[in-house]
C-alpha cells in the first residue's frame, strides 16, 4: 500500500541550538508535506544536523552519516549543521549522501530536498566569513521546557574553539520578534523558555538593541512563568542585568557562565575576554543580589599550555568560588585554531585526571548548594512522566526536585518546601505537609 505522506527521519547531534533549528526545519518540512518519524521506520528523506565541537563530535557525526545511509538506501539524504560548514566536502564524499548544506542554507532545507537520490552530492555552503542569515529556532524539550533561539555566531575567537568559524559571526533577530515567539510558546502552554544562542551577551549587534533590553521585553510575556538564560560570558553580564533578574519574578536566579579555566595564565593563552578577578566579582555579586542563585560554570581541561601548576592554581580558584556546578570539557585538538601554535601538549592521562578531579570538585559543589536550599520554600515546575511512582521537576534556582507522582502536578508550577537527599541523592525531596 502506498503511503500518503512523505516522512522524514531527523538526527541531531550537539547543542541546545541545533535542536532548536532541527524543529525550525521540521516546521518548514511539515509546510511541504512531510511528517516525521522515529528512526527504523519506513522514510523518504533522512536529515543529519551536526555538531563539531570536538573531534569525538565529528566521528560521531560521521557513524551517524554512514548508519542512516546504510538503513536507508533509498533515502535523500541531507546533512547540515556545524561539521557540514567546516567540511562539506568531506561529508559530500561519503556515499549515499545526496545534499550538503552549510549554515546559511538551513532554512532553504526544504527547498534544495529531492525527491530521489542525486547521482552527484549537491554542496551549498558560503565561505565560512560570509555566514549571515539567522534561522529562527524555537523547541519544545523533551519535559517542560522551550529553546528559544535568540542569537547566533560569534565574534570572539577563542583560541581552542572553531564556533566563530561553523556559525559566522554573531547576528540576532529583534526583540518584537522574540517577543512574538514568546507568545506563542504560552499559547502553546509552554512555561519555561531558555535563551540560547552562541554568545548571548552580545545580542543586539544586528538590530541596535541589547540583551538587558530584551529580558525586560521578554518578562512582560503573560503566561510564561520561568526563563533561564543559557549561558553568559562573564565580561558581558552586567551589573544592570544581574539587578534585574534579581527583582524579575519571571527571570530565574539561575546562571551559566563560561570561566573555562580559573588561571590567568591559561584565560590569555584561550584568549578570553577577562581574568579571573572580573569572574570572581561576578560571582560574588550574583550571590550579594541572590543569595540562593544556582550558579553552573563551563571549564576546560587540557588545552595546550596547562602546565601541572596552572591548572592546579585554576581548581584551588574553582574551589574558593561559591558556584553550584561544574560542566567539565576535555579540550580537543581543533584545525585551523590558534591554540595549536602552543607548543606544551598535555598527556591523555593528564587531562583524564584533571577531567575528573575536576568532576568530584562539581559533586562537591552540587551537594553543598543542595544543602543549602534543604528546608526553603522554593516553587518548582514539574515534568511529564511518572518513575517508580515519583515525578521530578526543577525549581526557580535549579535544584532537582523528587515529589510522590500526581497527574495534576504535572506542567505545573508548586510553591514547596524543600527537605533531604532522595536515595541517590540526584534530588532534594519536596515535603509535604
Ligand atoms: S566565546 Fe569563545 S568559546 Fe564561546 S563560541 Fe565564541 S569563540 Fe567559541
Known amino acids: ?115 530521489k537520490k542525486r547521482e552527484n552530492c549537491l554542496v551549498k555552503a558560503s565561505a565560512n566569513d560570509e555566514i549571515k542569515r539567522f534561522l529562527p529556532a524555537c523547541s519544545k524539550g523533551n519535559r517542560t521546557r522551550f529553546f528559544l533561539k535568540v542569537q547566533d555566531g560569534c565574534d570572539y575567537f577563542c583560541a581552542y574553539c572553531t564556533v566563530p568559524y561553523a556559525r559566522g559571526r554573531s547576528r540576532n533577530p529583534d526583540i518584537a520578534s522574540l517577543v512574538a515567539q514568546a507568545k506563542e510558546v504560552a499559547e502553546n502552554g509552554g512555561k519555561e523558555i531558555v535563551l540560547t544562542g552562541i554568545n548571548i551577551g552580545t545580542f543586539g549587534k544586528s538590530t541596535g538593541e541589547n540583551f538587558l533590553q530584551l529580558i525586560q521585553a521578554l518578562d512582560q510575556v503573560e503566561g510564561i512563568e520561568r526563563y533561564r538564560i543559557s549561558s553568559m560570558e562573564p565580561d558581558l553580564l552586567s551589573d544592570e542585568m544581574i539587578a534585574f533578574v534579581a527583582q524579575s519574578k519571571r527571570f530565574a536566579p539561575h546562571f551559566h557562565l563560561p570561566l573555562q579555566a580559573g588561571n590567568n595564565e591559561m584565560l590569555d593563552l584561550m584568549g578570553r575576554h577577562y581574568h579571573r578577578e572580573l569572574f570572581a566579582e561576578k560571582i560574588h555579586a550574583i550571590k550579594k543580589a541572590m543569595p540562593d542563585a544556582f550558579i553552573g560554570v563551563d571549564v576546560i581541561v587540557g588545552m595546550r599550555g596547562e602546565k601541572e601548576e596552572l591548572f592546579e592554581d585554576g581548581r584551588q580558584f574553582l574551589e574558593s568560588l561559591p558556584i553550584s556546578q561544574l560542566h567539565v570539557f576535555s579540550y580537543s585538538e581543533r584545525p585551523g585554531t590558534r591554540a595549536l601554535n602552543i607548543d606544551y601538549k598535555v598527556a ?78 540526584s534530588a532534594l525531596i519536596a515535603k509535604l505537609s
Not at 544543602?371 to 522554593?378: A, I
Request: hydrophobic share 35%; charged share 30%.
Open 1 to 115: 500500500m502506498k503511503k500518503e505522506q512523505k516522512t522524514v527521519v531527523i538526527q541531531t547531534l550537539g547543542c541546545k541550538l541545533n535542536f532548536a533549528e532541527s524543529a525550525a526545519m521540521l516546521q518548514l518540512l511539515e509546510q511541504k508535506g512531510y511528517r516525521q518519524v522515529k528512526m527504523g521506520e519506513e522514510a523518504d528523506l533522512c536529515i543529519i544536523n551536526t555538531c563539531s565541537v570536538t573531534e569525538t563530535a565529528d566521528q560521531k557525526d560521521r557513524q551517524t552519516i554512514h548508519k542512516l545511509v546504510r538503513m536507508y538506501p533509498q533515502a535523500f539524504v541531507a546533512v547540515c549543521g556545524c561539521y557540514a560548514q567546516l567540511k562539506p566536502q568531506e561529508i559530500a564524499n561519503i556515499p549515499g549522501v545526496d545534499l550538503v548544506l552549510g549554515a546559511d542554507f538551513k532554512l532553504e532545507m526544504a527547498e534544495l530536498i529531492e525527491d
Open 348 to 425: 591523555e592521562k593528564d587531562k583524564k585526571q584533571r577531567s575528573r578531579l575536576l568532576h568530584e570538585l562539581s559533586e562537591q559543589k552540587r551537594l553543598e548548594f543542595y544543602r543549602s536550599q534543604s528546608g526553603k520554600k522554593r516553587s518548582v515546575l514539574f515534568e511529564h512522566g511518572k518513575k517508580n511512582g515519583k515525578m521530578y521537576g526543577f525549581s526557580d534556582n535549579y535544584i532537582r526536585v523528587e515529589a510522590p507522582y500526581r497527574k495534576d502536578w504535572e506542567n505545573s508550577t508548586q510553591t514547596l518546601c524543600l527537605g533531604n537527599f532522595n536515595e541517590d541523592k
